[in-house]
């Protein structure tokens, strides 16, 4: 059993250190060590995460994908988390989330028989899916909350939308102009979203 960590923050100003402290303090509490760590600053919203992805490839049967709270694994619409659902399932690798006591279970040895630890596992299923429901609640609850604010903000002539980094604008012209970088490389080099390179080189007219 190998345990891999997956750190995901949104945004650019959260970082991952308490997180990781927190999850190795938490499997050496379980007799576990960290094989890999796993860490990217990309919505739960969307699939495409490759780091995540990385890990589901480097990942075993029996193998634990752990997380500080169902919400850094997912916050995706019914349809897309089934979907990777399924891939952590087709693979065998055990989900373990703090904020889900369940699935602690899969560190405990001493299951009396086969049909506790079948019964654990259904829980432990069914608890996932409405942590990862709630989770997708929560994000467009406050996506709506959001949109709201902008919108009361415009009525009122208060809003002026997010500031241009123009550090960043710089250097998404001198990656177009002087590399052979895509787009997505230039948004990984960057790190930012390649709608964001995509919206920098329309402002430069690129």
């Not at 999850?23 to 796993?38: D, I, T, W």
């Not at 399932?89 to 079948?118: C, Q, R, W, Y």
């Amino acid at each position: 059993m190998f345990i891999r960590v997956y750190l995901r923050a949104s945004t650019n100003e959260q970082d991952a250190p308490r997180a990781k402290d927190t999850l190795k303090e938490f499997a050496n509490g379980h007799n576990q060590r960290v094989a890999s760590f796993y860490i990217e600053n990309k919505s739960g919203a969307s699939l495409d995460r490759p780091e995540l992805i990385r890990l589901l490839d480097e990942s075993d049967k029996g193998d634990v994908l752990l997380v500080e709270s169902i919400d850094r694994l997912t916050r995706l619409k019914p349809d897309d988390w089934d979907t990777l659902k399924r891939s952590i399932e087709t693979k065998g690798i055990n989900v373990v989330s703090l904020d889900l006591p369940t699935s602690h279970m899969v560190f405990n040895n001493n299951l009396s028989n086969d049909f506790m630890d079948a019964v654990i596992r259904a829980i432990n299923r069914m608890l996932l899916d409405l942590l990862a429901v709630s989770a997708y609640k929560d994000y467009k609850e406050r996506e709506r909350k959001q949109s709201e604010g902008i919108a009361n903000a415009k009525a009122a002539g208060k809003y002026k939308g997010r500031p241009v980094d123009e550090d960043k604008v710089s250097q998404v012209g001198r990656l177009s102009k002087e590399t052979d970088f895509s787009i997505q490389d230039i948004a990984d080099a960057l790190n930012i979203s390649r709608s964001t390179v995509l919206r920098h080189r329309k402002r430069l007219g690129i």
